[in-house]
């Protein structure tokens, strides 16, 4: 029978579960996803390869887990953030500056893109997640409109090349570079919105 790690058998759960992510994260960072198979994520993560089959199915599942996981910490982390804001034009900048801060793994992955190697149901369940953040940046436009800081859009095409703009960036790493980068991008972002000059 396998040690237990943790207090609990709930916590061994959750702690293996999290060996398991970051197992994928640090792999994915590696090499493309298709080449990763179950034993090297096991091997990875320091777990017997049946330990894997006892949280996931199969490989795409354990994506959507991480997935997941990763999804609900940022949507939480964001939310915060933009608790201490009002003003609509900082909203903006304050998510523009949380995604510059993300490090989404599965989108800097090298290989094919996710969506050329994952079945359609999987492709389905991704976009579910990508929609949770999409919903907040939704609300911020909307804010911004009523408030009269952006002018009348389509907030749904505005949403999708307002995240691809941001997705797309590779943030360097080095601190000067990297401010000049994320400063560049607000300022793009907030003009294709229509911010004031002033605020871009």
Do not use: W
């Amino acid at each position: 029978m396998p040690k237990i790690i943790g207090k609990s058998l709930h916590e061994h759960r959750q702690m293996t579960r999290h060996k398991l992510f970051t197992a994928l994260s640090t792999l994915m960072s590696e090499r493309g996803f298709d080449t990763i198979t179950l034993a090297d994520i096991a091997a990875a993560a320091g777990v017997g390869r049946t330990a894997v089959y006892n949280h996931f199915p199969d490989k795409e599942a354990l994506l959507l887990g991480f997935i997941t996981h990763e999804t609900e910490q940022y949507a939480q982390t964001l939310e915060r953030a933009l608790a201490e804001v009002d003003d609509p034009v900082e909203q903006l900048r304050t998510y523009i500056r949380q995604q510059a801060q993300l490090a989404r793994v599965f989108h800097l992955a090298p290989g094919p893109d996710l969506r050329s190697v994952l079945s359609r149901p999987t492709q389905a369940r991704l976009r579910e997640h990508a929609e949770i953040v999409e919903a907040i940046l939704k609300r911020i436009l909307r804010a911004g409109v009523a408030a009269g800081e952006f002018p009348e859009q389509d907030i749904e095409p505005t949403v999708q090349l307002v995240n691809a703009c941001l997705s797309g960036r590779l943030i360097p790493d080095e601190p000067g570079p990297r401010e000049r980068a994320i400063r560049a991008a607000e300022a793009f972002v907030l003009r294709a919105v229509g911010a004031p000059v002033a605020a871009a």
